[in-house]
């Protein structure tokens, strides 16, 4: 063991003979283990909420949609097939959207028609796994659910959400109305048609509970006077992460005519407002780590006056002053080091274990931390990523040494002659 590395060890410990490290020590490291603890769990619990709202946005919409400047689609099934040829595509389907009314008696709420094609769109976006009644397959014809409901009438699936607003269950009655109706003499009659509710989801978005409404392709053609025509066609692609360069593959293919946005497009506020939450969540804790370098530093200059006389033997006996700047270091770094293995291991206990942690915390207390009714989740999101725990661990030790420097480089200017003028 190299002796400046000894001797650090040794400074570590308490004046008198003890085992026991000082309690100013202590608490320099503990104050590194709560900011690396704190570091971690906040950021594991943005990063699960960050994936968490991905994974709702996209088991209702497409990686990528392809749509037309200024208007529908002519031959969609050809320019599906071209798609379906471009690399990095899974799958495709068409798709029709245009925002329209539901009414039931007295309630009426206004929402977005999706007419999506049954056995196409199950290979594209995740509808089907939101349903909790009924099933997909169910808008391709007078299906019976259950027993319930008028079987000649065309199916149509809402949202958790929009049932409840509008009192339906499953197998109601409800009024499609289109603003864009027949004109006659006494003016524009809005276009009205009756369907029967075959299924309902939840996504867990009330945005998305809350106003979107699912019918048949050729429904919704037949009702919005659409012809063979379709609004957009929605990819499924292989690597949700690099549907920026597919979209660029397929705006070059396609032409001028047609462009292509991906799902980080559409939701590029909400995704970019989460991740700069998260940057600065990563400053702001950093300043817990940046706190408990003080106490280092604090430590180290108590040090280097506690030991004048140490300092002043070693230099006369032949130490130079890199030598004694690296004792004070390699003290200050076994405290950054100590600490941050202390605040690792805390911290990720406590987030692999996070929603058995807040569950036991919630039945001892009585405390919500949060309303599923307000946040729609099933469960508290919690993901640690490899690179943010590597990232605060090099934080924490580089943050830990730039403190040592300073007070290092102090204790190395000492001369043997002025530490024993004194003595």
């Not at 590395?5 to 104050?31: C, D, E, N, P």
């Not at 906040?42 to 909420?49: D, H, I, N, S």
């Not at 796994?129 to 099933?135: D, V, Y």
Request: aromatic share 8%.
């Amino acid at each position: 063991m190299p002796y400046e590395f000894f001797i650090g060890l040794r400074y570590l410990r308490a004046k008198r003979k003890s085992t026991f490290i000082s309690i100013i020590t202590f608490i320099s490291i503990a104050g590194v283990a709560l900011g690396v603890l704190a570091l971690i769990v906040v950021l594991a619990v943005m990063t699960g909420f960050e994936e968490d709202l991905k994974g709702k946005i996209l088991g209702t919409n497409a990686h990528i949609v392809v749509l037309k400047g200024g208007g529908e689609i002519q031959g969609y099934p050809d320019l599906v097939r071209k798609l379906k040829k471009i690399p990095g595509v899974v799958a495709a389907t068409p798709f029709i959207y245009s925002q329209v009314m539901l009414s039931r008696g007295s309630n009426v709420s206004g929402v977005v028609l999706r007419g999506v094609e049954p056995e196409t769109d199950i290979h594209v976006t995740n509808l089907e796994k939101s349903l909790i009644q009924g099933k997909l397959r169910d808008l391709e014809g007078a299906v019976s659910v259950k027993g319930v409901g008028d079987t000649s009438l065309p199916g149509v699936i809402i949202g958790k959400e929009l049932a409840k607003n509008l009192n339906l269950y499953l197998g109601d009655t409800v009024n499609l109305v289109s603003p864009l109706g027949n004109i006659t003499p006494i003016g524009m009659i809005p276009k009205m048609k009756r369907f029967r509710v075959s299924g309902i989801f939840d996504t867990g978005m009330y945005e998305y509970d809350s106003t979107l409404a699912y019918v048949r392709l050729a429904e919704a053609q037949s009702f919005l006077s659409m012809g063979e025509a379709v609004t957009g066609i929605q990819l499924k692609v292989d690597d949700v992460y690099k549907t920026g360069e597919i979209c660029k593959e397929i705006n070059r293919t396609l032409g001028s005519q047609y462009f292509a946005r991906d799902w980080m497009q559409m939701n590029k506020n909400i995704l970019f407002a989460l991740k700069t939450e998260k940057v600065v969540m990563f400053i702001i804790l950093t300043l817990i780590v940046l706190v408990a370098a003080f106490g280092i530093a604090s430590t180290l200059f108590m040090v280097v006056m506690e030991k004048t006389r140490d300092i002043a033997i070693l230099k006369s006996m032949g130490a130079t002053g890199r030598s004694i700047m690296k004792i004070f270091v390699l003290e200050g770094l076994i405290i950054g080091v100590a600490g941050t293995a202390i605040g690792l291991m805390g911290g990720l206990a406590i987030a692999f274990n996070l929603e058995s942690i807040v569950d036991v915390v919630q039945k001892v207390t009585g405390f919500q931390f949060f309303s599923k009714d307000i946040y729609y989740l099933n469960h508290f999101p919690s993901q640690v990523v490899a690179s943010d725990v590597l990232l605060i661990s090099v934080t924490a030790v580089l943050i830990s040494f730039v403190a040592t420097l300073y007070p290092s480089w102090q204790g190395s200017r000492l001369t043997p002659a002025e530490a024993l003028r004194y003595e």
